[in-house]
């Protein structure tokens, strides 16, 4: 199936502030080799069939390359992120501008939300991740937009700050429902709570789960199209893990943007109308 994608250019990208554990504003970061790692995430998912459009960046905005964050669009209305951290702040207007001028239904969140970072649509589910970054009062405004079930997630474990670093939805993910495409997800079971493990073990007993360290390299914040999961080339495990499940595992390498804290997923947002 194609999808539509948004993605935003890192002409920008450094990192000049520490908001979570991968960055480290002491270490150099060469943006000539982030812009060509995302012109190839870019070329890869044109070369799957996908089409891929483009928001253009903003000096002072350095994150703004991880789309994900930016929204969460859902049968075309685009829900918009409302950032933790003041550094990241300006993003969600801008991104919510650009959804506006493309005709897209918009929401304005009231409760801080990072976007697709920590909502991912799993079937006629929204799995929701609260925890480190977005506020388990916005899932009752989602379920309210999309009426659908939310089911509240909390990551515990700061490396996996947000929902889609721990749990990447291999297939499900295209809003046509559970009766049309059956949900397959992965994701690592450490980064949860107990009481988050559980269900996702209720909700999804066949799931792949992830080893830490496949995880620690961000391999599940990996794109998936329901056939081709677009991943980390350091989760190594993980690829073979996918092959097994008849998945075609497509490696790129992100590794300039990893000091962002951020690979293949942060910076790919699904456009579902």
Same mark, same amino acid.
């Given at each position: 199936?194609?999808?539509?994608?948004?993605?935003?250019?890192?002409?920008?990208?450094?990192?000049?502030?520490?908001?979570?554990?991968?960055?480290?504003?002491?270490?150099?970061?060469?943006?000539?080799?982030?812009?060509?790692?995302?012109?190839?995430?870019?070329?890869?998912?044109?070369?799957?069939?996908?089409?891929?459009?483009?928001?253009?960046?903003?000096?002072?905005?350095?994150?703004?390359?991880?789309?994900?964050?930016?929204?969460?669009?859902?049968?075309?209305? &685009?829900?918009?992120?409302?950032?933790?951290?003041?550094?990241?702040?300006?993003?969600?207007?801008?991104?919510?501008?650009?959804?506006?001028?493309?005709?897209?239904?918009?929401?304005? &969140?009231?409760?801080?939300?990072?976007?697709?970072?920590?909502?991912?649509?799993?079937?006629?589910?929204?799995?929701?991740?609260?925890?480190?970054?977005?506020?388990?009062?916005?899932?009752?405004?989602?379920?309210?937009?999309?009426?659908?079930?939310?089911?509240?997630?909390?990551?515990?474990?700061?490396?996996?700050?947000?929902?889609?670093?721990?749990?990447?939805?291999?297939?499900?993910?295209?809003?046509?429902?559970?009766?049309?495409?059956?949900?397959?997800?992965?994701?690592?079971?450490?980064?949860?709570?107990?009481?988050?493990? &559980?269900?996702?073990?209720?909700?999804?007993?066949?799931?792949?789960?992830?080893?830490? &360290?496949?995880?620690?390299?961000?391999?599940?914040?990996?794109?998936?199209?329901?056939?081709?999961?677009?991943?980390?080339?350091?989760?190594?495990?993980?690829?073979?893990?996918?092959?097994?499940?008849?998945?075609?595992?497509?490696?790129?390498?992100?590794?300039?943007?990893?000091?962002?804290?951020?690979?293949?997923?942060?910076?790919?947002?699904?456009?579902?109308?």
């Amino acid at each position: 199936m194609t999808r539509r994608y948004l993605m935003c250019r890192p002409t920008y990208f450094t990192v000049s502030y520490q908001i979570n554990p991968w960055m480290d504003t002491s270490r150099p970061v060469d943006t000539a080799r982030a812009i060509s790692q995302w012109e190839r995430l870019r070329d890869v998912h044109r070369d799957l069939g996908h089409e891929v459009v483009l928001i253009e960046p903003l000096t002072g905005l350095p994150d703004m390359v991880y789309a994900a964050n930016g929204a969460t669009v859902v049968d075309g209305t &685009a829900y918009s992120a409302l950032f933790k951290h003041p550094e990241r702040a300006a993003e969600g207007p801008a991104y919510l501008a650009w959804f506006a001028e493309h005709d897209f239904a918009t929401r304005e &969140a009231r409760h801080i939300n990072e976007g697709e970072g920590d909502l991912l649509l799993a079937g006629d589910r929204i799995l929701a991740g609260y925890g480190f970054r977005s506020e388990r009062s916005s899932h009752a405004e989602i379920a309210s937009l999309w009426h659908r079930e939310v089911v509240s997630l909390e990551l515990v474990d700061p490396r996996f700050y947000h929902l889609d670093t721990a749990l990447t939805v291999l297939r499900g993910d295209d809003g046509a429902g559970p009766d049309q495409t059956p949900v397959d997800v992965a994701y690592y079971p450490e980064a949860f709570s107990p009481e988050s493990r &559980a269900r996702l073990e209720a909700l999804f007993p066949d799931a792949l789960r992830a080893t830490e &360290a496949d995880a620690v390299v961000l391999g599940l914040n990996s794109v998936s199209d329901g056939e081709h999961v677009v991943i980390n080339p350091a989760a190594t495990d993980y690829a073979g893990a996918l092959r097994d499940r008849g998945y075609e595992p497509v490696p790129v390498d992100t590794s300039e943007l990893l000091l962002g804290g951020g690979g293949a997923k942060c910076c790919t947002l699904v456009l579902r109308s």
